[in-house]
C-alpha cells in the first residue's frame, strides 16, 4: 500500500516519539526498578487478622530511620490510625483488604495502588518533607468511601 | 451513490435507536449534574437517594446506554445507505436485538434506582449486586451480538451479489467496528455469567476478584474504541462530503480500522497498572501494545487534515494556512464534529500519560483520569454523535435541518466545548492534586490538602451546569428535528474517494486473517498471566456496602 511521502515523515516522528516514550519508562521500571507496586503475595482474605504481618497492623522500625508500614484497609477505614514518622524515613508499605476493593494514596506523592482482598499490595517511599499527609481510599468501596482516610504525620528529624 | 431517503422500515429502526439512545442521554445527564452539585459542597441529595446510586446510574446510562444504541442506529443506517434495503434476516435481527437491549437497559436502570446495584458501572467485585442488575447488562450484550449478527449477514449478501469488489467504506466500517465488539464483549460475557450471576443468586459463596477484574478490562478498554470508531467513521467518510471534499485514501482509513481491530483488545492491563498478583513484564507488554493503538489514530488524523487542505485548494486557497478559511465554520454538520476533533488532541495525550507504565501512580484513580474520559468520550465521541445526528435524524423522519436549528446546534457546541473546558480543566488539575474520582463531597476533616481542592470541585459544578444547559439544547433540536421541522429531503452525507488514491487491496477486506491475527494477539497477552490469576489468585466473599 502507497504512504503519501508526508504521512510517512509524520508517522515515522509519531512512531518515534512512541518508542522514545517506551524506552523511558520501560529503561525506569526495569533497570532503575521503577516498578508499578505489582505484589504477588496472596493470602486468605477472610482471615486478614490471623495472618503476618497483618495481624499487628502499625509501624515497626526495621533499621537505620527504615520502617515497615503494615495497613489493614477495610469499609470504611485504615488501620492503624495517624501515624508519626520522622522526615527522611524510608518507608515500605505493604497494605490488603480485610473485604472490598479499595485503593491506597497518600496526596501529594507517587504512592498509589489498588488493594484487592486476598491479594497483598506493596511499595516503597521516602518522605523528604515535613507536614500532614493524608491517606484517603481512592476507589469506590461503599457509601462511606468518602469517609476512609487517616494521616501521616512526617516530624521534623 | 444516490441520495435517497432509507427505506422507511429501516430508517424506523435507526430512529428507534437513537430515541432510547437520547432518553438515556437525558437521564444520565440529570445525573451528572446532580453529582457536580453535590461534589461542589452546595446540595444535598433528598429523598436518600445516594450519590453513588446517582454516579451508577450516569456511567450506565452514558457510557453503556446511550453509546451502544446509537452507535447501532447510525451503523445500521448506514448499512441500508451503503449497501442496499436491509434484508429481512438482518431486519429481524436488529429488531430482536433492539428489544433485548432495551428489556435489558430497563431491569438494570430499576435495579440502580431501586439501590440494588449501587456497584458503579464497573461493577467491581466483591460488591455484589443484585442478580437481576447483572441479568439486565447480559441482555443488553446479548441483544447487541444478535444487532451485529444481522450486520454480518447484510455484508456477506452485497459481497456474494458483488464479489471481487471492495465493500463500501462505511459498511466496511460498520462490520470492523462489530467485530472489535464482539471480541470484547466475549470477557465481560465470561465474567458476567460464569463468575457475577452464579455467584449473586448465591449459588457459589465466591468470586475470584482478580480474574472478574482482568476479564472486566478485557472489555472495558475496547469498550472505548468501540464508542471511538463510528465517531470515525464520520470523519474518514462523512465529514468530507460537507465540506465538499473527497476522502484521502480509501485503503488507508481500512487500515486505520484494521489496526484497531488488532490492537484495542490486548492492551486491558493499563488500567490494572496498580494492582497486585500481575508481574511487571505482563503489564508492560500490554502498555507497548497500547501504544500501537495510537498509530491508527496519528494515521486518522494525517487523513482528516490531508482531506481538508486538499478540498480547500481545490476551492482555490492559498499559502500554508489558507484552506483554513474554506472550512465551512457555519455548518454544523461539520463543526460540532470538527471540535470533536480537535478536543482528541489533549484527549488523545491524556491518555498516553495514563498507560505509560509507572507514570500511571501519579493520576490513578484521580479525577484527572475522570478529565480525561469526559474529554474523549463525552466530548469527541459526544459531539460527533450530536453532529451526525443533525443529519440522520431529519433524513430519517423526512424533514429539514433548518438554518435555525444549525445556529441553535453552533451555540450547543461551544456551549459544551466552554463546559468541558472548565469541568474537565478542573478535574485534570485538581486531579495531579491528588483528588480521588468517584468520591462524595467530603473535606476529610478539614485537612488542608483536601480543603485545596474545593474551589476545583466549585469550577466542575459550573461547567457541569453549563454541559446540562447544553444537553437541554440537543435534546430541543433533537426533538425538533423527529418530529417538528419542515417536511423535506435532509442529506445523508457519504464521501467519495478522491481520484488520485489507490485502488483498494481486497486483503483489507479478508477478515479471516485479521480476526485470526487478533485472536493470536490476545493469546500472548493473555494466556499466561490467566492462567496465573486462575491457579493463584484467592476467592472473595461478596459485600454489600450501601
Same mark, same amino acid.
Given at each position: 500500500?502507497?504512504?503519501?511521502?508526508?504521512?510517512?515523515?509524520?508517522?515515522?516522528?509519531? /512512531?518515534?516519539?512512541?518508542?522514545?516514550?517506551?524506552?523511558?519508562?520501560?529503561?525506569?521500571?526495569?533497570?532503575?526498578?521503577?516498578?508499578?507496586?505489582?505484589?504477588?503475595?496472596?493470602?486468605?482474605?477472610?482471615?486478614?487478622?490471623?495472618?503476618?504481618?497483618?495481624?499487628?497492623?502499625?509501624?515497626?522500625?526495621?533499621?537505620?530511620?527504615?520502617?515497615?508500614?503494615?495497613?489493614?484497609?477495610?469499609?470504611?477505614?485504615?488501620?492503624?490510625?495517624?501515624?508519626?514518622?520522622?522526615?527522611?524515613?524510608?518507608?515500605?508499605?505493604?497494605?490488603?483488604?480485610?473485604?472490598?476493593?479499595?485503593?491506597?494514596?497518600?496526596?501529594?506523592?507517587?504512592?498509589?495502588?489498588?488493594?484487592?482482598?486476598?491479594?497483598?499490595?506493596?511499595?516503597?517511599?521516602?518522605?523528604?518533607?515535613?507536614?500532614?499527609?493524608?491517606?484517603?481510599?481512592?476507589?469506590?468501596?461503599?457509601?462511606?468511601?468518602?469517609?476512609?482516610?487517616?494521616?501521616?504525620?512526617?516530624?521534623?528529624? | 451513490?444516490?441520495?435517497?431517503?432509507?427505506?422507511?422500515?429501516?430508517?424506523?429502526?435507526?430512529?428507534?435507536?437513537?430515541?432510547?439512545?437520547?432518553?438515556?442521554?437525558?437521564?444520565?445527564?440529570?445525573?451528572?449534574?446532580?453529582?457536580?452539585?453535590?461534589?461542589?459542597?452546595?446540595?444535598?441529595?433528598?429523598?436518600?437517594?445516594?450519590?453513588?446510586?446517582?454516579?451508577?446510574?450516569?456511567?450506565?446510562?452514558?457510557?453503556?446506554?446511550?453509546?451502544?444504541?446509537?452507535?447501532?442506529?447510525?451503523?445500521?443506517?448506514?448499512?441500508?445507505?451503503?449497501?442496499?434495503?436491509?434484508?429481512?434476516?438482518?431486519?429481524?435481527?436488529?429488531?430482536?436485538?433492539?428489544?433485548?437491549?432495551? /428489556?435489558?437497559?430497563?431491569?438494570?436502570?430499576?435495579?440502580?434506582?431501586?439501590?440494588?446495584?449501587?456497584?458503579?458501572?464497573?461493577?467491581?467485585?466483591?460488591?455484589?449486586?443484585?442478580?437481576?442488575?447483572?441479568?439486565?447488562?447480559?441482555?443488553?450484550?446479548?441483544?447487541?451480538?444478535?444487532?451485529?449478527?444481522?450486520?454480518?449477514?447484510?455484508?456477506?449478501?452485497?459481497?456474494?451479489?458483488?464479489?471481487?469488489?471492495?465493500?463500501?467504506?462505511?459498511?466496511?466500517?460498520?462490520?470492523?467496528?462489530?467485530?472489535?465488539?464482539?471480541?470484547?464483549?466475549?470477557?465481560?460475557?465470561?465474567?458476567?455469567?460464569?463468575?457475577?450471576?452464579?455467584?449473586?443468586?448465591?449459588?457459589?459463596?465466591?468470586?475470584?476478584?482478580?480474574?472478574?477484574?482482568?476479564?472486566?478490562?478485557?472489555?472495558?478498554?475496547?469498550?472505548?474504541?468501540?464508542?471511538?470508531?463510528?465517531?470515525?467513521?464520520?470523519?474518514?467518510?462523512?465529514?468530507?462530503? /460537507?465540506?465538499?471534499?473527497?476522502?484521502?485514501?480509501?485503503?488507508?482509513?481500512?487500515?486505520?480500522?484494521?489496526?484497531?481491530?488488532?490492537?484495542?483488545?490486548?492492551?486491558?492491563?493499563?488500567?490494572?497498572?496498580?494492582?497486585?498478583?500481575?508481574?511487571?513484564?505482563?503489564?508492560?507488554?500490554?502498555?507497548?501494545?497500547?501504544?500501537?493503538?495510537?498509530?491508527?489514530?496519528?494515521?486518522?488524523?494525517?487523513?482528516?487534515?490531508?482531506?481538508?487542505?486538499?478540498?480547500?485548494?481545490?476551492?482555490?486557497?492559498?499559502?500554508?494556512?489558507?484552506?483554513?478559511?474554506?472550512?465551512?465554520?457555519?455548518?454544523?454538520?461539520?463543526?460540532?464534529?470538527?471540535?470533536?476533533?480537535?478536543?482528541?488532541?489533549?484527549?488523545?495525550?491524556?491518555?498516553?500519560?495514563?498507560?505509560?507504565?509507572?507514570?500511571?501512580?501519579?493520576?490513578?484513580?484521580?479525577?484527572?483520569?475522570?478529565?480525561?474520559?469526559?474529554?474523549?468520550?463525552?466530548?469527541?465521541?459526544?459531539?460527533?454523535?450530536?453532529?451526525?445526528?443533525?443529519?440522520?435524524?431529519?433524513?430519517?423522519?423526512?424533514?429539514?435541518?433548518?438554518?435555525?436549528?444549525?445556529?441553535?446546534?453552533?451555540?450547543?457546541?461551544?456551549?459544551?466545548?466552554?463546559?468541558?473546558?472548565?469541568?474537565?480543566?478542573?478535574?485534570?488539575?485538581?486531579?495531579?492534586?491528588?483528588?480521588?474520582?468517584?468520591?462524595?463531597?467530603?473535606?476529610?476533616?478539614?485537612?488542608?490538602?483536601?480543603?485545596?481542592?474545593?474551589?476545583?470541585?466549585?469550577?466542575?459544578?459550573?461547567?457541569?451546569?453549563?454541559?446540562?444547559?447544553?444537553?437541554?439544547? /440537543?435534546?430541543?433540536?433533537?426533538?425538533?428535528?423527529?418530529?417538528?421541522?419542515?417536511?423535506?429531503?435532509?442529506?445523508?452525507?457519504?464521501?467519495?474517494?478522491?481520484?488520485?488514491?489507490?485502488?483498494?487491496?481486497?486483503?483489507?477486506?479478508?477478515?479471516?486473517?485479521?480476526?485470526?491475527?487478533?485472536?493470536?494477539?490476545?493469546?500472548?497477552?493473555?494466556?499466561?498471566?490467566?492462567?496465573?490469576?486462575?491457579?493463584?489468585?484467592?476467592?472473595?466473599?461478596?459485600?454489600?456496602?450501601?
Amino acid at each position: 500500500m502507497h504512504l503519501h511521502r508526508l504521512e510517512k515523515v509524520w508517522l515515522l516522528i509519531g /512512531i518515534g516519539t512512541l518508542v522514545m516514550f517506551l524506552t523511558i519508562v520501560g529503561i525506569s521500571a526495569f533497570a532503575q526498578g521503577h516498578h508499578p507496586p505489582s505484589d504477588l503475595t496472596t493470602l486468605d482474605p477472610q482471615k486478614v487478622d490471623t495472618t503476618e504481618p497483618f495481624n499487628q497492623p502499625g509501624l515497626k522500625k526495621i533499621g537505620d530511620n527504615e520502617y515497615e508500614l503494615v495497613i489493614v484497609s477495610q469499609a470504611f477505614a485504615f488501620m492503624p490510625n495517624d501515624i508519626k514518622i520522622p522526615e527522611g524515613a524510608k518507608v515500605h508499605i505493604i497494605v490488603t483488604s480485610k473485604d472490598v476493593v479499595h485503593g491506597l494514596e497518600i496526596v501529594g506523592t507517587n504512592v498509589n495502588m489498588m488493594v484487592t482482598p486476598g491479594h497483598v499490595n506493596s511499595l516503597t517511599h521516602t518522605f523528604h518533607k515535613p507536614g500532614s499527609y493524608l491517606i484517603i481510599c481512592n476507589e469506590y468501596c461503599g457509601t462511606g468511601h468518602q469517609m476512609m482516610s487517616t494521616k501521616i504525620e512526617v516530624t521534623k528529624a | 451513490m444516490k441520495n435517497t431517503a432509507l427505506h422507511p422500515n429501516d430508517g424506523k429502526l435507526a430512529l428507534a435507536h437513537i430515541a432510547v439512545g437520547y432518553i438515556a442521554l437525558f437521564l444520565g445527564a440529570i445525573a451528572g449534574l446532580l453529582q457536580a452539585f453535590v461534589r461542589s459542597g452546595t446540595l444535598e441529595l433528598p429523598a436518600g437517594i445516594g450519590y453513588y446510586q446517582l454516579l451508577t446510574a450516569h456511567g450506565v446510562l452514558l457510557a453503556l446506554v446511550f453509546t451502544t444504541f446509537f452507535i447501532i442506529g447510525f451503523l445500521y443506517a448506514s448499512m441500508s445507505r451503503t449497501t442496499g434495503d436491509l434484508t429481512p434476516f438482518a431486519k429481524k435481527s436488529a429488531w430482536i436485538g433492539f428489544w433485548l437491549m432495551t /428489556i435489558g437497559t430497563a431491569i438494570t436502570t430499576v435495579m440502580i434506582l431501586l439501590n440494588k446495584a449501587t456497584v458503579l458501572y464497573t461493577f467491581y467485585a466483591p460488591l455484589k449486586a443484585s442478580p437481576w442488575f447483572y441479568i439486565g447488562l447480559t441482555l443488553v450484550v446479548v441483544g447487541s451480538w444478535v444487532s451485529g449478527a444481522g450486520m454480518f449477514s447484510q455484508y456477506a449478501v452485497w459481497k456474494k451479489k458483488n464479489e471481487g469488489k471492495p465493500s463500501p467504506l462505511l459498511s466496511f466500517m460498520a462490520v470492523a467496528t462489530m467485530i472489535l465488539w464482539i471480541i470484547a464483549t466475549l470477557g465481560v460475557a465470561v465474567t458476567v455469567l460464569f463468575q457475577f450471576i452464579p455467584w449473586s443468586f448465591g449459588l457459589v459463596d465466591k468470586i475470584n476478584v482478580l480474574l472478574s477484574r482482568t476479564l472486566f478490562w478485557y472489555f472495558g478498554h475496547p469498550l472505548v474504541y468501540f464508542w471511538l470508531l463510528p465517531a470515525y467513521m464520520c470523519w474518514y467518510v462523512i465529514i468530507p462530503k /460537507i465540506i465538499g471534499g473527497k476522502i484521502f485514501s480509501d485503503s488507508l482509513a481500512r487500515l486505520a480500522f484494521v489496526l484497531f481491530v488488532l490492537f484495542s483488545i490486548p492492551v486491558g492491563f493499563h488500567h490494572q497498572i496498580l494492582e497486585s498478583g500481575i508481574t511487571p513484564f505482563w503489564k508492560f507488554l500490554q502498555i507497548v501494545l497500547t501504544f500501537m493503538v495510537i498509530v491508527p489514530s496519528l494515521m486518522t488524523a494525517f487523513a482528516l487534515f490531508a482531506t481538508f487542505e486538499i478540498s480547500g485548494r481545490e476551492k482555490g486557497a492559498s499559502g500554508l494556512f489558507g484552506w483554513v478559511k474554506k472550512l465551512p465554520w457555519t455548518d454544523v454538520r461539520f463543526f460540532a464534529p470538527f471540535m470533536g476533533m480537535l478536543v482528541f488532541i489533549p484527549g488523545g495525550a491524556g491518555g498516553i500519560i495514563n498507560a505509560s507504565n509507572q507514570m500511571n501512580q501519579v493520576v490513578h484513580n484521580t479525577l484527572w483520569v475522570t478529565g480525561h474520559f469526559h474529554l474523549t468520550v463525552a466530548t469527541t465521541v459526544a459531539l460527533t454523535f450530536f453532529g451526525i445526528s443533525y443529519w440522520l435524524v431529519p433524513h430519517l423522519t423526512g424533514r429539514t435541518l433548518t438554518p435555525r436549528l444549525n445556529k441553535l446546534g453552533i451555540i450547543q457546541t461551544v456551549f459544551w466545548c466552554i463546559g468541558m473546558f472548565l469541568m474537565s480543566g478542573a478535574m485534570h488539575t485538581v486531579g495531579l492534586f491528588g483528588a480521588p474520582r468517584r468520591t462524595a463531597y467530603t473535606t476529610y476533616g478539614d485537612h488542608p490538602q483536601a480543603l485545596e481542592w474545593m474551589s476545583y470541585q466549585t469550577i466542575m459544578a459550573v461547567g457541569g451546569a453549563i454541559l446540562f444547559v447544553a444537553i437541554l439544547m /440537543i435534546l430541543y433540536i433533537v426533538i425538533n428535528l423527529a418530529v417538528a421541522a419542515p417536511k423535506g429531503t435532509e442529506e445523508f452525507p457519504v464521501g467519495e474517494v478522491h481520484e488520485d488514491a489507490e485502488k483498494t487491496p481486497l486483503l483489507l477486506e479478508n477478515w479471516k486473517i485479521w480476526i485470526g491475527l487478533s485472536v493470536v494477539l490476545i493469546v500472548i497477552a493473555y494466556t499466561v498471566p490467566v492462567i496465573d490469576i486462575i491457579e493463584n489468585a484467592p476467592s472473595s466473599p461478596g459485600f454489600k456496602f450501601w
